[in-house]
């Protein structure tokens, strides 16, 4: 066990949980932008609302939203210990800081790490609180199986207790907490919108740098496999992803 804890206690396995945990957040956010597009379809968040409800309910997600908070936790826990750990190794700044060809967001993790933070317990207090245990609205969607025709109204939570989908007549009746409406009545507001896309542009600097550094610590820096670990990193991971993310608060603040 001694063993065990020194190796991951030494800078290299500090860098392994890094590396891992960070792997891990990135393989969530391809999965988590995948269901948010669901935000785009026009059917006034009716599919929206039923991947919400399945997301927070079908227990294999369940346990891996526990393993992704845990995640988050250590990964940001791990980089306040090694940025210290780093300092105290160099207590004193360079008089003149070397030219080491580094890049700008290598040089900055940390800030941009913390915006990212804080982005998370925001993201987190809006709409994950607020659906388990805040005043979202409720909803109910009748769509006519003939005609595909969907017909929506607000109701009352009282009516039901969480969730329920059945067909009656003909009809497929749906209710639900509205979280579309929570994200529409949330990206109204202007600051929380530009803080979205402040925070999406701090996630591609990080990616840029954290995707590629997460393979070095693996040892695949092969040169056969550096070229595809660059273009993934950079397109899809530092361009695409917080695109995505970002186009959702400028989509409702703009456009519904």
């Keep these: 066990m001694s063993n065990f804890s020194n190796a991951f206690s030494s800078t290299l396995g500090k860098k392994l949980v890094m590396c891992l945990t960070g792997l891990f957040l990135c ?9 948010n597009f ?28 526990y393993l992704l908070y845990s995640s988050i936790i250590i990964h940001s826990v791990w980089a306040i210990i090694i940025t210290l ?9 360079y008089a003149i800081k070397p030219k080491d060809g580094s890049i700008w967001s290598s040089r900055n993790m940390g800030i941009l790490g913390t915006v990212l933070f804080v982005f998370i317990v925001v993201h987190m207090s809006n709409f994950w609180y607020q659906y388990h245990w805040g005043e979202t609205p409720y909803v109910e969607y009748r769509t006519d199986l003939n005609t595909g025709a969907t017909i929506t109204k ?14 009656d007549n003909g009809v497929e009746i749906t209710k639900s907490k509205d979280l579309y409406k929570e994200t529409q009545f949330a990206f109204q507001q202007w600051w929380l919108v530009a803080f979205y896309v402040l925070a999406m542009a701090a996630l591609a600097f990080h990616l840029v740098h954290g995707f590629q550094s997460a393979f070095q610590t693996l040892g695949w820096n092969h040169h056969k496999y550096r070229p595809l670990i660059k273009f993934v990193g950079f397109w899809i991971f530092s361009i695409l992803i917080p695109l995505g993310f970002a186009a959702m608060p400028l989509y409702f603040f703009f456009l519904k």
Aim: proline content about 3%; hydrophobic content about 40%.
């Design 27 to 35: 393989s969530f956010l391809i999965v988590h932008l995948t269901g």
């Design 38 to 65: 669901q935000l785009f379809k026009n059917d006034d968040g009716l599919a929206f609302n039923q991947y919400a409800h399945f997301m927070t309910h079908f227990t294999p997600i369940k346990v891996v939203s």
């Design 85 to 93: 750990h780093n300092r105290k190794a160099r207590p004193q700044g």
């Design 154 to 167: 607000e109701i009352q939570a009282s009516e039901f207790t969480d969730y329920v989908s059945y067909i």
